[in-house]
């Protein structure tokens, strides 16, 4: 190996991750023993790779950003001592007793009502309207073509609500256009996109308080078919999104 | 009781946000959309995180998860790369220590995010300083010669556009 040859192989080689990493590696790493020109090019080397890092130590996360993750954070009960109380032989008969009378209570209640799924347009009848006018129009305030920011910029300075979080299933749909409604008092935020197989969806948000029984919280969705659209709903930080299309229910299934 | 194996969520949060931030920041090349990636992380480890049974392996773990969030999310949106092939590297330009200790945070970030993806992300991972080269290539999911050698040819890159820089101008 020349002297060349082992400058290459050490150059982005820290001494810790250089270890035993390959037997190149480590005869180039012999190199740098015996030879004194060598070793003070890798000291250089060293020397600019831990001013890089300290560098990069210094670029600070938002002061809130920490704040954010905590707070969306839903801690699970998961108390070992609430477990082995419930599961004591004494617990789990009266459990078992509980678990049949519950069972029995929900039987009945199927049986004797309709079971219904209810969405977030249920307490927003007003919403469903202009949103259904909105898509039977098909002229839409759509702006030009632009980059994610540019839309989400757009909605910004309308003061029309963003989305907070996209299902995974919709995150890499191209976003085609960006426009606001308005509907009694509050806009709606409304960003159009587009999947792979060139299907088109609205996403709406809107800043409403309904309850989690009506529009769940993300992740969890709730589906519904309209008459002449599909909409999927789910809520996160206050905001309600509806993920709406012409297409059929199955579509929208599929991304749930 | 709380079990040795169990991993605290705040604790986690407190030990990773700072370095998965400079991570989704330098490849995204912005704080809006770094931020989003370790957040969406974070939420990803709320609800897949129990299966990882060992505790040392959540930091890989949480930098697996965001660049694949950054590949789904941002690489398909908004612009696609046309991988260059594994090129052997050159050797990097020399940069003396007084040229070395002139690179401040900005220029260091400047720097980074101008380098082709494919070797900027191991060369982040690299100077954030948290990973062997066997763990960066479980992180990107690519061969640690294949790491070995982009790390080089990051390197180069890196230095050249340093060179370039008003600020460490030789």
Redesign the interface.
Known sequence: MTR?EA???L??C?L??AAS??PE?EEALAMVAQDPELAA?WA??Q???D???L??D?????LD??A???R????KP?S?SIFSHWFSPGSLRTFASFATAFALVVFVSVMLFEPREATALDELPGFLTTIQQEIEKNSAPKKPDG???DFLKYLEEQNAPLPS?YL?SI?????TGASFLEEADSKIGVLFLENDSGQIFRLFVINRDVSDSTSPPF?ETSLRQYPSISVLTWKDGGKVHVLATTESIEVLQKLR | MKDEHEIDFEELVDAHYQALYRFGYSLSGNEHDASDLVQETFSTFALKGSSIRDRSKAKTWLFTTLHRHFLRQFRKSKRVQVQSPEILANQAPPIDSDAARAIDCDSALDALVSINETYRTPLTLYYLRHFNYREIGEILEIPIGTVMSRLARGKTELKKILLHSPKIDQ
Do not use: C, N, Y
């Open positions: 060349d400058k290459i192989l150059q982005a820290s810790e991750s990493t390959s590696v090019w250089a080397e020397e600019f790779d001013a890089f890092s560098e990069m210094r670029f600070a996360a938002p950003l920490r954010k993750i905590v969306s954070h839903d801690p998961q070992s980059s994610d920011e979080r995974e995150q890499g749909f191209d976003r992740p």
